[in-house]
Nanobody, 124 residues
Framework: QVQLVESGGGLVQAGGSLRLSCAAS????????MGWFRQAPGKEREFVAA????????YYVDSLKGRFTISRDNAKNTMYLQMNSLKPEDTAVYYC?????????????????WGQGTQVTVSS
């Protein structure tokens, strides 16, 4: 198993930036694909971005391409989400997720391990 802990959320003005981190512990980090999801109040959890075990492949939801960047540092057992040009509609709880599958996944049900989430609030 792997345990995931997100950090880096907070309150930011529209147009600002935040970098989220997801620290992993437990089994070997670099054998897991990783992903970021978010959930706004009253809405379903939605896919944001995913990254392969090596970090060589990334995938984003189309609406966030160019503003968000996913990365990982396997030596530090940590994944990141750099969020730029934030908008009020980016306000949500952001979750990191991990799974042992080989291919990048974009669906909630495809991930076995989840963090507790970190709140991101973007004010207008």
């Amino acid at each position: 198993q792997v345990q995931l802990v997100e950090s880096g959320g907070g309150l930011v003005q529209a147009g600002g930036s935040l970098r989220l981190s997801c620290a992993a512990s437990g089994r070997t980090f670099d054998t897991y694909i990783m992903g970021w999801f978010r959930q706004a109040p009253g809405k379903e959890r939605e896919f944001v971005a995913a990254i392969s075990w090596s970090g060589g492949k990334t995938y984003y939801v189309d609406s966030l391409k160019g503003r968000f960047t996913i990365s990982r540092d396997n030596a530090k057992n940590t994944m990141y989400l750099q969020m730029n040009s934030l908008k009020p509609e980016d306000t949500a709880v952001y979750y990191c997720a991990a799974d042992e599958r080989l291919a990048i996944a974009t669906q909630v049900y495809q991930y076995d391990y989840w963090g507790q989430g970190t709140q991101v609030t973007v004010s207008s």
